[in-house]
């Protein structure tokens, strides 16, 4: 029932809090790449649409990995 309900609420949800989540994390990447740079670790973001791009593929990785630990403990 749940992957049904959630794939009926899809539009809502990026329409509402699931894009405001987009902005956040890739503001929040962006921030990661800056402190990265000050400290010498070999991770940079080159502008905010690439933060945005990443930041997409975070979400669907961790939705993905969600979903299958979540089948195994079933």
């Given at each position: 029932m749940k992957p049904v309900l959630t794939l009926l609420s899809l539009p809502f949800i990026l329409l509402t809090l699931g894009l405001f989540l987009l902005v956040i994390n890739a503001l929040l990447l962006l921030l990661t790449g800056?402190?990265?740079?000050?400290?010498?670790?070999?991770?940079h973001v080159d502008g905010f649409w690439t933060a945005v791009g990443g930041?997409?593929?975070?979400?669907?990785?961790?939705?993905?990995?969600?979903?299958?630990?979540?089948?195994?403990?079933r």
């Open positions: 800056w402190v990265a740079g000050g400290i010498g670790v070999g991770f930041s997409i593929v975070i979400t669907v990785v961790t939705w993905a990995v969600d979903s299958l630990l979540s089948e195994r403990d």
